[in-house]
C-alpha cells in the first residue's frame, strides 16, 4: 500500500480528532459480528494502517500512532509498516496491551472514541476498567472514520441460499427448539444473537458476504414463540423467505435490530453473548432490560457433529485428499522438469485442483505457501505485489509450507503439509521429525470426557519442550460444518482460559497442528483434522468415559523429510498405519500418475 496514502489517512484522522475534542481513538479487527473474516466496508483498521493480517489493533492518538498484534504478525506487521509513522507494539506475555498504554499515557479527563459497532460487550467492560480508575472518558456513539473514509466499500449484497439438504441431519425447525431448551435452561425470555455461523447453522441457510466463510450479515432476535432474522431482504429469494416462514422465522431489515431490541421491557431477560454482539447493536434498548452473559446455546450444539455430519466430512476429506495427491504429484512433476514456480502457483494450483471436486465453494481461508523464511510466518501470504519463487541453488535445499483448505457443502477442510524443495539437510530433518513426533503424541492420546480442551496442549509439546523448543501459535482449533474453519469453542492452547463451555464432546472437530518456526530460515507445521470418539475397547471403566481421536484427514506425510532414529516404534506404527488409511481410502479417487505418487507416499518405513 502507499505509504503516503497511510500519511495522509492518518494526519486526517488525527484533525478529525481535534475537531470532535477526541484525544484517542481505538480502532479493531472487527466488525458488528465480532467475525474473524471482515467485509471490506469494516476493514477500517486495514485502510488506516496498510497492515493485512486479520488481527491487530491500531491506537491514534495527537502524537502516537501503534498498532498492536501477536507473535504470528510481527515480521509480516514490521515490514508494512516500516515508513508509515505506525510503531509496531508487540503483544506478548508481560507486555502492555492496548488499554494497557492508553490507561498509562493518557491523562484524567481525556476521551477515547471507538466505533461501538465493533466493539463488543466484553471489550467494552475491559476498557471501561481501566479507564473509570484514571478518569478517562470512552466514547462509543461516534464512527469517526465517516469523516475522512469517503470512498467506503458498499455492504455485502450476495444472495443467501439454502445448504444442501441432502447434508442435513437436522432441520431449523428443530435446532431453533433446542436453542429454546437453552435459552429457558438459562431463565432468558429472548436471546440475540449476531455471530453469523452461529445463524448459518441455525437458518440451514449460507451466504457469500465474507471470504473463505459461508455466512451472511444478519442478526436474529428469539423469544418463546418467535424468531425474527435481520437480514438484508433483497438478498432473500421468495423461496429463502418461505424456507424461513416454514421454520418458524419472520424476515426483518438488518437495520432494525436496535428497534426491535428497544421494544424490550424491564420484565424481559436477554441471553447474548458478551463477546459476539457489539455495543452498538444495544444502542436503543432501554437501559433496565436485564442480561444473561454467556455463550449462545447454539454455539454449543453445532461445535458437537452429529454421526452422519463426521460421515459427510470424512467424504469431504476423501474428496480433498485426492484432489491434494493430485496436486502434489503435478506439483513435484513440474519442479523436476525444470519449471519455475512460486508461492503463487502454489494457492493457484490447489484452488484448480479442490474446485473440480463435488460440492466444491471456496478456500476455507488463504493460503498459506510458504517457502524457507516465509514458513517462518505463521500466518504469511504472498500477494502478487510480495512472493518468493521456488529457487535454490546447486546442492542447496530449502522447505515449502503449505497451510490449505477447502469449503465443500460436506465440509470444511484444513491441512498443512511441508515439502523438501532441493537437498534437504539433517537440521531440516530433525526438525521435521521432533514436529512429528509432537503431532503423534496428540493424535494417539487418551483423555477424559468432558476435559477442558487447553488442558491437553501439553501433550502435544511434550517431545518439542523436551529438545528445548516451542510454537508460539495454539495447538489445535475448533472447525465448523460448512461454516468457519476456526470455530468455537474448544482450543487446545495452553494460554486459554478453561471455562466448562471448552470441555471436550464427543462428535467435536479440531485441528492437530504443532510447528516449529526458525525465524529468517524455515517454518514447520504439520496438520491433520481429528474427531473426538469414545475409546472403543476401554482397558479401564471405573475412572470415568475417555476419548481419544480419529484422524480424518487423508493426505502422506513426506516420509523423504523424516530422520527415523528419532522415532520409537509407536510413533513409525502410528505413522505406517496412517499412511495405510489413507492409501485404502484415495487408492479409487485417483489414477495414473496421481495414483502412482499416491502408492509411493504412503510406503511404510
Not at 152 to 181: C, G, I, M, N
Not at 209 to 219: E, I, K, Q, T
Not at 359 to 382: C, D, K, M, Q, W
Request: net charge negative; hydrophobic share 40%.
Amino acid at each position: 500500500m502507499n505509504k503516503q496514502a497511510i500519511h495522509e489517512r492518518i494526519a486526517n484522522l488525527r484533525s478529525t480528532l481535534v475537531a470532535q475534542d477526541l484525544t484517542a481513538i481505538i480502532v479493531p479487527s472487527a466488525d458488528p459480528h465480532l467475525s474473524e473474516y471482515l467485509p471490506e466496508y469494516w476493514q477500517a483498521r486495514l485502510w488506516l494502517s496498510g497492515f493485512t493480517g486479520s488481527v491487530g489493533t491500531l491506537v491514534v492518538t495527537a502524537d502516537f500512532a501503534g498498532l498492536w498484534t501477536d507473535s504470528r504478525y510481527w515480521v509480516h506487521a514490521a515490514e508494512q509498516l516500516e515508513g508509515t509513522g505506525i510503531t509496531l507494539e508487540k503483544l506478548a506475555p508481560g507486555q502492555p496491551n492496548h488499554i494497557d498504554w492508553l490507561a498509562d499515557h493518557l491523562q484524567e479527563g481525556d476521551s477515547v472514541a471507538v466505533d461501538g459497532n465493533v466493539l463488543s460487550i466484553a471489550e467494552q467492560d475491559r476498557l471501561l476498567n481501566a479507564f473509570d480508575a484514571n478518569d478517562i472518558t470512552l466514547i462509543t456513539e461516534r464512527d469517526v472514520l465517516t469523516e475522512i473514509w469517503k470512498d467506503r466499500p458498499a455492504l455485502p449484497a450476495a444472495k443467501l441460499y439454502a445448504h444442501d439438504e441432502q447434508f442435513l441431519a437436522q432441520s431449523a425447525t428443530s435446532k431453533l427448539a433446542a436453542v429454546r431448551e437453552g435459552m429457558a435452561e438459562a431463565g432468558a425470555t429472548h436471546h440475540l444473537l449476531s455471530s453469523l455461523d452461529d445463524i448459518a447453522w441455525l437458518t440451514n441457510l449460507r451466504g457469500a458476504d465474507v471470504d473463505y466463510n459461508p455466512v451472511f450479515l444478519s442478526h436474529m432476535l428469539i423469544d418463546a414463540d418467535k424468531a425474527t432474522l435481520f437480514v438484508d431482504t433483497d438478498k432473500v429469494s421468495e423461496d429463502i423467505a418461505q424456507s424461513l416462514k416454514d421454520s418458524g422465522i419472520t424476515l426483518a431489515d438488518y437495520s432494525a435490530v436496535q428497534e426491535a431490541l428497544s421494544a424490550l421491557t424491564p420484565d424481559d431477560l436477554l441471553l447474548l453473548d458478551p463477546s459476539k454482539v457489539a455495543v452498538g447493536t444495544l444502542s436503543k434498548m432501554a437501559d433496565d432490560v436485564g442480561f444473561i452473559e454467556q455463550m449462545a446455546p447454539s454455539t454449543l450444539l453445532k461445535s458437537v457433529k452429529s454421526d452422519a455430519d463426521i460421515d459427510h466430512v470424512r467424504e469431504a476429506m476423501r474428496q480433498d485428499g485426492a484432489a491434494l495427491a493430485e496436486f502434489f504429484e503435478t506439483f513435484e512433476q513440474r519442479l523436476a522438469n525444470g519449471e519455475r514456480l512460486s508461492e503463487l502457483d502454489v494457492d493457484s494450483m490447489l484452488i484448480d485442483v479442490r474446485s473440480r471436486q463435488p460440492h466444491y465453494v471456496s478456500p476455507s481461508f488463504p493460503t498459506i505457501a510458504g517457502f524457507n523464511e516465509n514458513g517462518a510466518l505463521p500466518h504469511y501470504r504472498a500477494t502478487p505485489e510480495k512472493f518468493s519463487y521456488l529457487d535454490v541453488a546447486e546442492g542447496k535445499g530449502g522447505l515449502l509450507l503449505i497451510d490449505s483448505g477447502a469449503q465443500y457443502q460436506n465440509g470444511t477442510t484444513d491441512i498443512t503439509r511441508v515439502v523438501g524443495i532441493g537437498q534437504v539437510t539433517a537440521e531440516h530433518k530433525r526438525d521435521f521429525t521432533i514436529v512429528l513426533k509432537a503431532h503423534i503424541a496428540l493424535a494417539r492420546a487418551h483423555f477424559p470426557d468432558g476435559i477442558a480442551s487447553p488442558l491437553i496442549d501439553a501433550i502435544c509439546r511434550a517431545p518439542l519442550w523436551q529438545a528445548q523448543m516451542d510454537y508460539g501459535h495454539g495447538t489445535g482449533h475448533g472447525v465448523g460444518y460448512f461454516l468457519n474453519v476456526h470455530e468455537g469453542p474448544q482450543v487446545i492452547a495452553y494460554s486459554a482460559s478453561t471455562p466448562k463451555e471448552r470441555a471436550m464432546k464427543v462428535g467435536m472437530i479440531s485441528s492437530n497442528e504443532p510447528g516449529l518456526y526458525r525465524e529468517g530460515k524455515w517454518g514447520i507445521r504439520i496438520e491433520n483434522l481429528v474427531v473426538n470418539t469414545p475409546v472403543a475397547k476401554p482397558t479401564e471403566t471405573e475412572f470415568g468415559d475417555f476419548l481419544n481421536f480419529e484422524t480424518i484427514t487423508y493426505c502422506p506425510i513426506d516420509t523423504r523429510l523424516i530422520e527415523p532414529s528419532l522415532l520409537d516404534q509407536t510413533e513409525i506404527d502410528w505413522l505406517n498405519n496412517y499412511h495405510s488409511q489413507v492409501f485404502a481410502e484415495l487408492k479409487d479417487r485417483v489414477e495414473g500418475a496421481a495414483l502412482e505418487w499416491l502408492t509411493e507416499r504412503t510406503k511404510a518405513i
